[in-house]
């Protein structure tokens, strides 16, 4: 099992930034892709940014160059720097991990809970 857990979300005024984590604990063989999805109410979930295990990264349309996204592969970690932040972003961000449990298997595409990330005045 793996453990995805969050932190930093909350509210921000439109213009500020945030700081996403999500770090990874458990039994797990390898972690391949780590990165953030979000669904505000209504919506469907939606790729925000990816960054695989040789941090080659791929953002949304919309977040590119506010978001910046990156990893410690030594602490299982991901982060998630919003810059620039607009009402349009208010979600909540789920961190996403592509593991591999064990090392005869076929990853998985493991979630966190979500952090709720607000931005208004």
């Known amino acids: 099992q793996v453990q995805l857990v969050e932190s930093g979300g909350g509210l921000v005024q439109p213009g500020g930034s945030l700081r996403l984590s999500c770090s990874a604990s458990g039994n797990f063989f390898k972690i391949y892709d780590m990165g953030w999805y979000r669904q505000a109410p209504g919506n469907e979930r939606d790729m925000v940014a990816i960054?695989?295990?040789?941090?080659?990264?791929k953002y949304a349309d919309s977040v590119k160059g506010r978001f910046t996204i990156s990893r410690d592969n030594a602490k299982n970690t991901v982060y998630l720097q919003m810059n620039s932040l607009k009402p349009e972003d208010t979600a909540v961000y789920v961190c996403y991990a592509k593991v591999q449990h064990h090392a005869l298997w076929t990853p998985d595409n493991d979630w966190g809970q979500g952090t709720q990330v607000t931005v208004s005045s």
């Open positions: 960054i695989s295990i040789d941090q080659i990264t």
